[in-house]
T-cell receptor, first 113, second 114 residues
Framework: EAQVTQNPRYLITVTGKKLTVTCSQN?????MSWYRQDPGLGLRQIYY???????DKGDVPEGYKVSRKEKRNFPLILESPSPNQTSLYFC????????????FGPGTRLTVT | SQELEQSPQSLIVQEGKNLTINCTSS?????LYWYKQKYGEGLIFLMMLQKGGEEKSHEKITAKLDEKKQQSSLHITASQPSHAGIYLCGAASAGGTSYGKLTFGQGTILTVHP
């Protein structure tokens, strides 16, 4: 089954404790992206990757890191999480081309206390 | 950066009623996407529009992109409780190094009462 998986689905952590949210897709997609969703602010892009070893900033990259060492994986790293990073995070992937039909993961709800 | 404004922010309708959600861009749209999200879940792709004047339909949902490519509408005919959710429009930046950047509107929350 074609899908984007994220782990963990739920995470409660404390300020400053490094964490990684994993994202994996099994569709051989070149493009992957991370978003955060907050009430009243909608869905905002954090980072995206056009292919292996190619990443770029979205609209809200501060406080986040990403890497794309393999085509299928695109982890999101929070080196020193802060409470303002409490949010619902989504990973998405798509094949390159004009359609940009993105497949979204189920989301990771992160709470930083 | 491109900004997308959706209206209304929320909508409550009775089952069977028609409704329209609008998405307006501050810049010319080079690709406009409509997604549906159930609360707290991932987004599901509905439709993508690229050409001015383009119109696409899927079951009871029709999306249009105006000729100037700065406004899109999503119309649901004879709404059902299964249509309830959050509808988001998204747009891709055109060309250059930023063409992977996607911007989304803030979403429209649709409630359909049986």
């Amino acid at each position: 089954e074609a899908q984007v998986t994220q782990n963990p689905r739920y995470l409660i952590t404390v300020t400053g404790k490094k964490l990684t949210v994993t994202c994996s897709q099994n569709m051989n997609h070149e493009y992957m992206s991370w978003y955060r969703q907050d009430p009243g602010l909608g869905l905002r892009q954090i980072y995206y990757s056009m292919n292996v070893e190619v990443t770029d900033k979205g609209d809200v990259p501060e406080g986040y890191k990403v890497s794309r060492k393999e085509k299928r994986n695109f982890p999101l790293i929070l080196e020193s999480p802060s409470p303002n990073q409490t949010s619902l995070y989504f990973c998405a992937s798509s094949s390159r081309g004009e359609s940009y039909e993105q497949y979204f993961g189920p989301g990771t709800r992160l709470t930083v206390t | 950066s491109q900004e997308l404004e959706q209206s209304p922010q929320s909508l409550i309708v009775q089952e069977g009623k028609n409704l329209t959600i609008n998405c307006t861009s501050s810049k010319t749209l080079y690709g406009l996407y409509w997604y549906k999200q159930k609360y707290g879940e991932g987004l599901i792709f509905l439709m993508m529009l690229q050409k001015g004047g383009e119109e696409k339909s899927h079951e009871k949902i029709t999306a249009k992109l105006d000729e100037k490519k700065q406004q899109s509408s999503l119309h649901i005919t004879a709404s059902q409780p299964s249509h309830a959710g959050i509808y988001l429009c998204g747009a891709a930046s055109a060309g250059g190094t930023s063409y992977g950047k996607l911007t989304f509107g803030q979403g429209t929350i649709l409630t359909v009462h049986p």
